[in-house]
C-alpha cells in the first residue's frame, strides 16, 4: 500500500557531516516548498521532488547524499523521471540510488555532451580517490537517456513541468523548471540563497560566467511569472518570498562585480583582492568559504573581457 504523504509542513531528518560541504548548515533536511514539492537542502547541494498520483519527479542529484531515504519517509511511489539542472558533481551524479526503479533521466544537450567530455572523467577519477559518496560499491554514474533545447514540457501526475534550457550562465548547459500547478520555479545553481555562489568547477575547469548569468536572471526576472517560490541550488529556501530572491542573486553579480572592478582599476592583484576584499553590507553575512573561489572567477573575466 502507497503511504500517505506526511502532513506536517517539514520532514527534519539528520544525516552526519561530509567533507567540502560548502554550507554551514551541517545536516539533511526535508522542506515542503508547496503541496507535493519537498527540497532537500544542507550537507551540500539542494535537490528537489514532486510527488504525484503517477510516481515521483526528482531534480538534481548529488552522489554524496543518497536522498532516496528522504523520499521513502514522504512517499514510497515510483521514480518516475530525473532531471539535473547542470552537468556538475553535487547536482547530476546521483541518479544511481534510483536505478531499481528505472525512472526516465532528462538533461539539456549540453549536459549530455558535457557527461563524455568531462563529467564521467571526474567522476572515475574521485571513486578512485575514494571520494566520500564517490566510494560507494558499485557507484555508476548515469548519463541522461533524453536531451533537449530549448524548452520541454512533461505532463505528469497531473502537474505540468515546464524545464527551459536557459543558456550559458552558472555552466555552459543550466536548466530551469517551472511548476505552474504549485508556484515554485527550480533553479539549480542559477540561484544561491545566503550563500557565495560556487564558480562551476569540474575536471580543472572553471565553467561560471558572470556576464551570462546575470543576462538569464534578467530574463527570469522579465517573464513575470505567477511564482511564490524559487529554489536555489545552494542555501535555504525563502518559501513564498517570490521573485525578490532572483532579484538579490542578479544583484549580488553586478555588486560584487563593481567592487571587484574598483580594486582591478586601483592595481591590486587577484591574491590582493582575495586578502583585502570587504563584502558589501547587503552580503556581507554569507558565509565566507566560497567566497575566494567566485572573486577568483569576476576577477578572471573582468581581465579578459572587461565585464
Known sequence: ?????????????????????????????????????????????NAS??????????????????????????????????????????????????????????????QIRAYYQHELKEFEERKVQKAPGYNTPGAQLFPPSIGFDDNLTVLFGGLTFQAKAEGYGHTSGDMTMYIPQRRVMLMGDLLNNEIHPGQAEAAGVFYADIQ????????????????????????PVHVGKGIADVVDQRDYFIVMRDEVGKMVMAGRSLEQIQKEFTVPARFAHYPPGRLAGILRVIY????????
Open 1 to 45: 500500500m502507497l503511504k500517505r504523504l506526511l502532513p506536517a509542513a517539514a520532514v527534519l531528518l539528520a544525516l552526519g557531516l561530509y567533507a567540502g560541504a560548502p554550507s554551514a548548515q551541517a545536516v539533511r533536511q526535508v522542506v515542503r516548498v508547496a503541496p507535493d514539492v519537498y527540497t532537500m537542502t544542507g550537507a551540500g547541494s
Open 49 to 110: 521532488f514532486v510527488v504525484t498520483d503517477d510516481g515521483v519527479l526528482v531534480f538534481d542529484s548529488d552522489i554524496r547524499n543518497n536522498d532516496l531515504p528522504f523520499i521513502r519517509k514522504v512517499t514510497d511511489r515510483k521514480i518516475a523521471y530525473v532531471f539535473a539542472s547542470h552537468a556538475s558533481g553535487d547536482h547530476s551524479t546521483g541518479a544511481w540510488f534510483f536505478r531499481e526503479d528505472k525512472p526516465v533521466y532528462i538533461g539539456t544537450r549540453d
Open 300 to 307: 578572471y573575466q573582468l581581465i579578459e573581457h572587461g565585464r
Open 212 to 235: 551570462g548569468t546575470i543576462d538569464i536572471l534578467n530574463r527570469i526576472i522579465e517573464r513575470h511569472l505567477p511564482v511564490d517560490t524559487y529554489v536555489p541550488g545552494h542555501g
